[in-house]
């Protein structure tokens, strides 16, 4: 919802996200070789479906389900790299004063 909320152009959201985009910017054309080979099956399971599961292909699922579903167990509920998004203002004033500080650190050595 926060991306969503921002008037940013592009909001890379967790860090699966992150490593795809900057590597397809670093070696596109490798990243589509090795995507092409292993993409598909790494979004297949070995867990067999359940054969009484409700379906959407004709018409819609009763209730509210959400975005949920049988990797629930895998998700997180957090990332890092978004919090470093939401807070990347503070973070690069951090850095700049941390780089102030050892600038000055190592002109009073001299």
Known sequence: ???AEQRRREVY???PTVKAIV??????????R???????????????ADPSRPHNL?????????AHGRFDTRARSGSAQVWATQHRREL?????AAVVAISAG?????
């Open 106 to 110: 190592l002109l009073t050595r001299r």
């Open 13 to 15: 959201v967790g860090m």
């Open 58 to 66: 004709w018409e819609p699922v009763p209730g509210d389900h959400g």
């Open 34 to 48: 090795i995507l092409a080979g292993m993409g598909y099956g790494a979004q297949q399971t070995d867990e067999p």
């Open 23 to 32: 590597g397809d910017k670093i070696a596109p054309g490798l990243l589509d």
């Open 1 to 3: 919802m926060w991306a």
């Open 92 to 96: 690069m004033a951090a850095a700049g």
